[in-house]
């Protein structure tokens, strides 16, 4: 089993719709989760920390259960501008530093 | 937020040629660094972690000799792929965590796109 698995996508949407992805990861020693997006032949960038009480930044909002190891990210009203590579990332250790990247899950906001 | 440079941005170099990636955290130090390799479609995939003063850790299946790495301070990490092939030819990204953070948040840099031909 990959330690960190990801919906297969690609999750081809309309504008305005909501799109929500799931993660799940085997490492229950992890201690921090993360979403990333990426653009087409770009690094990694931090969209928001995942919290065990859920969290939200406008549009997104992340929810993680640590019981059943799993992460998602919902997002609303989606612009064209969210169209990325949408990447679950969690730390391997109690140290937190040592990043595990899923697979991504491809999104395509259409006009 | 805290910025990570990369240089090259982009390499072409023959089989057989030795390649040097150069990592710098511009605004704060950094005594771990992280070297990841990406193949077209696929997610990030940790090489190795580097540490300022001592020997880099690697990842099972990644050659230690193929892909040497060297943390000669604070603020730089290099990756060295030494005798170059095709099947070397990725996206190579290093990042970086911060002690700023206190959600163990790393910082990328741009990346380097290894084409060996």
């Known amino acids: 089993r990959k330690e960190v698995e990801q919906d297969p996508g690609p999750f081809n949407v309309p504008e305005g719709a909501t799109v929500a992805f799931n993660c799940t990861y085997s490492?229950?020693?992890?201690?921090?989760f993360f979403w990333y997006r990426q653009d087409c032949r770009k690094e990694p960038k931090l969209l928001m920390s995942?919290?065990?009480s859920g969290n939200e930044d406008g549009r997104f909002t992340a929810q993680l259960n640590r019981a059943s190891q799993y992460i998602s990210l919902l997002i609303r009203d989606s612009k064209l501008s969210d169209s990325a590579t949408y990447l679950c990332?969690?730390?391997?250790?109690?140290?937190?530093?040592?990043?595990?990247f899923g697979p991504g899950t491809r999104l395509s906001v259409l006009p | 937020g805290a910025v990570v440079s990369q240089h090259p941005s982009r390499v072409i170099c023959k089989s057989g040629t030795s390649v040097k990636i150069e990592c710098r955290s511009l605004?704060?130090?950094?005594?771990?660094m992280f070297w990841y390799r990406q193949f077209p479609k696929k997610s990030l995939m940790l090489m190795a972690t580097?540490?300022?003063?001592?020997?880099?850790?690697?990842e099972q299946g990644v050659e230690k000799d193929k892909f040497l790495i060297n943390h000669a301070s604070l603020t730089l990490s290099t990756l060295t792929v030494t005798s170059a092939h095709p099947e070397d030819s990725s996206f190579y990204i290093c990042?970086?965590?911060?002690?700023?953070?206190?959600?163990?948040?790393?910082?990328f840099g741009p990346g380097t796109r290894l084409t060996v031909l």
């Open positions: 995942v919290y065990s």
């Open positions: 605004d704060f130090q950094a005594t771990t």
């Open positions: 490492n229950s020693a992890s201690q921090s």
């Open positions: 990042s970086a965590p911060t002690s700023h953070s206190s959600y163990n948040e790393q910082f």
């Open positions: 580097s540490n300022e003063g001592s020997k880099a850790t690697y």
């Open positions: 990332v969690v730390t391997r250790d109690n140290y937190g530093q040592n990043f595990v």
